[in-house]
């Protein structure tokens, strides 16, 4: 009696210990069948998240933390990669069809790029000598050098997809984009309003709504871009040339390409 009322007084003895010593003392058999079940269960349970951190331990020890920490970043920058590609047809009957065109200017948005479209065509060799000096559109020039031996109607395509590409490229060097963003340059309404919606994300500062171009916008500027070029380039294209007119790592361009799909 004495060893009972002590253990009752004494404070490292949880509540749940003591109902579960009255149940052994005085339960009926249904009481003590649970019990017994329970304890069984938690058995389980510790014994599993035993081995859960035996084996963590181990592939910790095995790869390193530093390893698998990189592992998992990658894991996480390839989900959200995913999230930014254009649309992808995994039944497509050729190479063509898996990313479409259509999917990257709509029949709208290619219509409205007519005039910009004949003025890129119009640019003279010295006009295109001075845009490869200036850089970062070394893929716009290469697209308006090679549509010289392509047919009238593939010419009047790429030339539309140059200056498409020159204002992804362009938006692509900006962080917070003004509103009269490309304005100046001719751009139609629609192909703005589509820079805009699909390439930039909204921000709330100092009162006021701002777009701005984040990391993952960049990426995705990154992949529509690529599979723009595949389209007027035969389905090839320059990752070197793109990712430096993009302004990106050469690292990050080869984790689209793959993120694509694409053979390297």
Known sequence: ETVETTKD????????????SLVEAFGTNKQKRALNVRRLNQVCSETLHHSVSKAANTVIEQKGLETLQQEVAETESKDELALHLPPCNADADSPENVYLFDDLLSPAEF?????AGAKMA???PEELQKMRSDRGCLCVV????????????MRE??????????????????K???RKFVQEEGCPRIIQSKLFRTFTVETFNNGRVQNMVSSSMQAKLAAYSLALL???????ADLTLLHRDLGITEARMIEVAKSMRLTL
């Open 9 to 20: 007084q004494d404070p490292s003895v949880s509540y749940r210990d003591k109902v579960d």
């Open 142 to 153: 290469k697209i308006l050098e090679n549509m010289q031996t392509a047919g009238e109607e």
């Open 157 to 174: 395509k790429m030339a539309r997809c140059a200056y498409y590409l020159s204002l992804l490229l362009k938006l692509a060097g900006q």
């Open 230 to 236: 595949l389209h007027v380039g035969h389905m090839t």
């Open 111 to 115: 219509g409205a790029l007519e005039e």
């Open 176 to 178: 917070n984009v003004s």
């Open 122 to 124: 119009a640019l003279t």
